[in-house]
């Protein structure tokens, strides 16, 4: 079992119902002779690895439509090895080259990002989010030499304490050291409650001490899974002197996300 979608927009729409183009499906069956490294979903889902570790080709097809309103056709080349965040999960930046059609536009892609992996149980209920009031998961890469990651977690009262990521500077890798750091949401916007400006402070495992400042310019938000809502935004960051994109999420338990929206927007503080 395993879950996969593909979701498109702009700074118009912010939600599935008003984005550019969203199709999501929480529990995709696996094939019964599916190969991990040259996997095709019944959602259009095309996913191939052509290096371990390193290089994979990624595609998708809305098999709804004869017309298909989406079409992807991408190679990630890894920047970095993966981080491991215990056994069931890992981010790796890289670049993504390739094109996509979106409603008969062709958009030539050539950009950093991340592979962001999962796998294993996963809860789909509870009042928290691992343990956790909300958490982050922000990142940005400003060439293959100067990037950052900062997952972060709350766990005890309202602060989002680093518990995982890495700092590439000047070409030098290190992790980050868990607990010696946190993610602060400086602005929101005034009508979605999503982050609009973000700081992220961190210290790394060679005691390197990373500041990043972060301006969203733009939103999308949805439920990941049952039990998990975020604001994703693509956001432009300065840090160490470097500059680059990348992106912020948001994120929240499905009851902890209504409670705070509700109190955040100024409707009834009870939910």
């Not at 602005?187 to 790394?204: L, N, S, W």
């Not at 912020?248 to 409707?267: I, K, M, P, V």
Request: overall charge negative.
């Amino acid at each position: 079992m395993t879950s996969g979608g593909a979701f498109f927009w702009d700074t118009n729409g912010a939600l599935p119902w008003n984005c550019l183009y969203g199709k999501n499906f929480w529990h995709l069956p696996l094939p019964a002779d599916a190969e991990l490294t040259d996997l095709s979903l019944p959602n259009g889902i095309r996913y191939r690895c052509l290096e371990p570790l390193k290089s994979y080709r990624i595609g998708y097809r809305d098999p709804d439509a004869e017309e298909p309103e989406v079409e992807v056709d991408l190679e990630f080349e890894a920047t970095c090895p993966p981080n491991y965040l215990g056994e069931s999960h890992l981010d790796q930046p890289g670049r993504y080259r390739g094109t996509i059609r979106l409603r008969g536009e062709e958009i030539a892609v050539d950009a950093y990002g991340m592979r962001d992996r999962s796998w294993g149980p996963r809860s789909q209920f509870g009042d928290t989010l691992s343990g956790a009031a909300r958490g982050g998961y922000t990142y940005a890469t400003a060439s293959e030499r100067d990037a950052f990651h900062a997952l972060t977690m709350a766990y005890e009262g309202d602060v989002c304490a680093v518990i995982h990521g890495y700092l590439l500077r000047d070409g030098e890798y290190s992790k980050l050291a868990p607990g010696q750091g946190r993610r602060e949401v400086l602005e929101r916007h005034p009508d979605y409650g999503c982050p609009t400006r973000v700081r992220i402070e961190a210290t790394d495992e060679l005691g390197r001490e990373l500041v990043a400042e972060g301006r969203c310019v733009n939103r999308f938000g949805v439920h990941l899974n049952p039990n998990l809502f975020t604001w994703n935004c693509l956001t432009e960051w300065e840090f160490g002197g470097a500059a680059g994109w990348g992106e912020d999420h948001d994120n929240w338990s499905a009851a902890g996300a209504r409670r705070f929206f509700r109190r955040q927007l100024g409707y009834d503080a009870s939910g």
